[in-house]
């Protein structure tokens, strides 16, 4: 099967998105690229968290793709193509996954991907953007502070060749991402919006110190979620600024 971008395999790394950077920094990579490795020792996710996995159990990678096609204003979108590829990914391989808002994958109501994407910026357009992907495939324990999430063989009880996994999910990944090249937002936002987490359903939320109920309607193009409080008043948040209450 081919694999729609070269792939550089390591054994172990800090974090791919900074291995991705240095090598983008020092002229060493002029095509996109996947950075695939088996252990991450300081693997990240969204606003410093930290992305803990087993090594060798998991998928850890970052897709380096030069995104000059794609306006500023316009970033989030890349967000919902990447996690639109992975839903539709774990859809594939009999697993039921949603987004929940902004960068996360669950199963259920526990998570079983992250995704943090760092974009580099000029003037008005990207110019390149780093997509790091992890994915828990054959983790089956997880550490005690770890406690909604879940991996794909615990969901389906089956092992999984990485490998194979890798050219699967890559090939989801280059279906969606021809779609932001052909500029098709609208039709990427309303495959989006039904496959968030509690989407439409009434739910509750905290703010600013305080709880309130209501049920997401929306993302904007900036990537802010729309929350419909139960007094009819629409809500905007962007990033760590509104938390679901489990």
């Known amino acids: 099967m081919q694999q729609p971008w070269p792939v550089i395999n390591l054994k172990q790394v800090d974090s791919t998105n900074n291995y991705a950077r240095m090598l983008i920094e020092n002229n060493e990579l002029a095509d996109e690229t996947v950075i695939n490795a088996l252990f991450q020792q300081k693997g990240r996710g969204q606003q410093h968290?930290?992305?803990?996995?087993?090594?060798?159990?998991?998928?850890?990678?970052?897709?380096?793709?030069?995104?000059?096609?794609?306006?500023?204003?316009?970033?989030?979108?890349l967000s919902q193509a990447v996690s639109?590829?992975?839903?539709?990914?774990?859809?594939?391989?009999?697993i039921k996954a949603q987004i929940k808002w902004p960068n996360d994958i669950y199963a259920g109501d526990s998570k079983i991907a992250g995704i943090l994407i760092e974009n580099s910026v000029l003037n008005e357009s990207l110019i390149y953007s780093l997509t790091g992907i992890g994915l828990?495939?054959?983790?089956?324990?997880?550490?005690?502070?770890?406690?909604?999430?879940?991996?794909?063989?615990?969901?389906?009880?089956?092992?999984?060749?990485?490998?194979?996994?890798l050219n699967q999910l890559l090939l989801c990944l280059d279906k969606q991402i021809e779609r932001l090249k052909r500029n098709e937002f609208l039709q990427l936002k309303n495959d989006y919006l039904p496959q968030l987490?509690?989407?439409?359903?009434?739910d509750q939320f905290s703010a600013n110190g305080t709880t309130?109920?209501?049920?997401?309607?929306?993302?904007?193009e900036s990537g802010q979620l729309v929350i419909l409080n139960d007094k009819g008043k629409k809500l905007e948040f962007m990033f760590k600024e509104v938390q679901f209450v489990d």
């Open 212 to 220: 309130f109920f209501g049920k997401i309607i929306d993302v904007d």
């Open 136 to 165: 828990n495939v054959n983790q089956q324990l997880f550490g005690p502070k770890l406690t909604n999430v879940q991996s794909m063989k615990n969901l389906t009880s089956r092992d999984y060749d990485l490998n194979e996994l």
């Open 197 to 202: 987490y509690k989407f439409e359903k009434r």
């Open 84 to 94: 639109l590829a992975i839903t539709n990914f774990l859809k594939s391989q009999e």
């Open 49 to 77: 968290n930290s992305w803990e996995s087993e090594p060798g159990k998991n998928l850890t990678f970052t897709l380096v793709l030069f995104t000059k096609y794609l306006k500023a204003e316009k970033q989030f979108f």
